[in-house]
Structures are given as structure tokens and as C-alpha cells.
């Protein structure tokens, strides 16, 4: 069975693509797990996929392409 994992992400804004770039305030390696992964709202509606991840290893970029319209200052959870 996998795991809720609450992610603590920060809104950085929109890229060309319209992916939504966050910078995570929290990570540690076994965080790179997510990468490809569906990301749900805290109604645990599916609200996008995370596409990259990408910047310095400690605090990186995340790219997420959403599925319609979302609150980029919603909490987050994805399942490892």
C-alpha cells in the first residue's frame, strides 16, 4: 500500500508551458520518489501530475502540470 506524503511547497508562478513551478521548503532524497507522480488537494481530488524535478538537490524546482484550473497556494499530497 503506498503512502500520503504531504508536500510543503512554496508558488513560484507559471512557465511557458503553463506548468506551475513550485520550490519545495522541505526535501530529502527519498522525496525523489514523486517525480511522475500524481498530485492531489487536500479533498484528495487529483489535481495534476508532477512533470520534473529539477535545481539543487537540498530545496529543488517542481513542475507540475495541472489537470484544470487550481489553487497554487493549496496544500498538497502525493502518494510514494
Same mark, same amino acid.
Given at each position: 500500500?503506498?503512502?500520503?506524503i504531504? #508536500?510543503? #511547497?512554496?508558488? #513560484?508562478?507559471?512557465?511557458?508551458?503553463?506548468?506551475?513551478?513550485?520550490?519545495?521548503?522541505?526535501?530529502?532524497?527519498?522525496?525523489?520518489?514523486?517525480?511522475?507522480?500524481?498530485i492531489?488537494?487536500?479533498?484528495?481530488?487529483?489535481?495534476?501530475?508532477?512533470k520534473?524535478?529539477?535545481?539543487?538537490?537540498? #530545496?529543488?524546482?517542481?513542475?507540475?502540470?495541472?489537470?484544470?484550473?487550481?489553487?497554487?497556494?493549496?496544500?498538497?499530497?502525493?502518494?510514494?
Amino acid at each position: 500500500m503506498r503512502n500520503w506524503i504531504k #508536500l510543503d #511547497l512554496y508558488h #513560484l508562478g507559471q512557465s511557458k508551458k503553463r506548468h506551475q513551478i513550485f520550490r519545495a521548503k522541505k526535501w530529502n532524497e527519498n522525496l525523489e520518489r514523486i517525480f511522475k507522480k500524481p498530485i492531489y488537494n487536500e479533498k484528495y481530488e487529483k489535481v495534476g501530475d508532477i512533470k520534473d524535478i529539477f535545481g539543487p538537490k537540498n #530545496l529543488p524546482f517542481i513542475s507540475i502540470k495541472g489537470t484544470e484550473v487550481f489553487n497554487p497556494n493549496d496544500v498538497f499530497y502525493t502518494k510514494i
